[in-house]
């Protein structure tokens, strides 16, 4: 009996340890390099993981919204990737710099020269955008997510405060306040990119500490099944031996 209780609960452990693992499964989402302050500008990548096994990602589609259009956006040149910008005339002009702008990007998309992103690995996709908009917290980027085997996934449902995170949830930039004196960060669009890459390398780093969180995650959820497993397999063992003694 005592042999039971001890194989069951290797088993509740190994499930538990992987539902704590589970948050390792990613979607596509948006990080600044450094700080994306209101007023501001920005250089933010657009993560994309490979979530299949058996499928590259070929192809990612970025819609920019339309509701804080953006004056400036520029993606970084990408080796393997062909980069498309799409611009749409604006009901309302926009200011730039003393002159106004009167379309801005609406999306932005990157197809696969050659095997995109393989299963197992994932990519980040570059872009400077601003100036960032003063009259908002966030900026929502809807995503599609493209692979070789022609499946489309949407990232497109915005997440709501205080519910639970939705199935496709699309990305979402956090902006911050602008700096009390009055100067807002500008990653790109002038001269400070000593400064920038800098700032874009400790970044870099955080965000691979982030990764080798999540590898972490993976890597003892799949220790927990193997224990749990191991313990079903004692019990059964010995509960075999005691009836055939």
């Known amino acids: 009996m005592k042999v039971s209780r001890i194989a069951a609960a290797g088993a509740a452990a190994g499930v538990t340890v992987l539902a704590l693992s589970a948050p390792a499964f990613a979607h596509v989402t948006v990080q600044p390099e450094g700080t994306a302050a209101k007023g501001g ?61 009167s379309e801005a ?10 095997k995109g992103i393989e299963p197992g690995y994932f990519e980040k996709f570059p872009v400077s955008i601003g100036t960032l908009p003063e009259d908002t917290d966030q900026l929502v ?7 070789s ?16 995170e939705p199935d496709n949830p699309a990305p979402v930039l ?11 960060d500008s990653a790109a669009g002038d001269d400070s990119a000593t400064g ?32 749990g497993a191991a313990g079903v397999a004692y019990g059964v063992l010995a509960g075999r031996r005691r009836t055939n003694a």
Not at 65 to 87: C, F, N, Q, R, Y
Not at 105 to 114: I, N, Y
Not at 149 to 164: A, C, L
Request: proline residues 6%; charged residues 25%.
């Open 174 to 184: 956090e902006l911050s306040a602008a700096s009390e004196d009055g100067h807002h």
């Open 41 to 101: 500008y920005a250089v933010v990548d657009f993560k994309v993981p490979n979530e299949r096994d058996n499928a590259s990602t070929t192809k990612l589609e970025v819609s920019f919204p339309t509701d804080h259009p953006l004056a400036s956006v520029m993606p970084e040149p990408m080796p393997g990737w062909k980069i498309e910008v799409t611009k749409s005339k604006l009901d309302k002009p926009l200011e730039m710099h003393g002159e106004k702008i």
């Open 149 to 164: 085997n022609k499946e489309v996934v949407r990232w497109i449902e915005v997440p709501q405060k205080g519910q639970e």
């Open 105 to 114: 990007v609406t999306k932005v998309t990157w197809t696969a020269d050659g």
């Open 196 to 227: 920038s890459a800098e700032k874009a390398s400790a970044d870099t780093a955080a965000s691979d500490s982030s990764d080798n969180t999540d590898t972490t995650a993976r890597v003892l959820g799949i220790v927990g099944i193997v224990v």
């Open 141 to 147: 980027f809807k995503a599609l997510q493209t692979y």
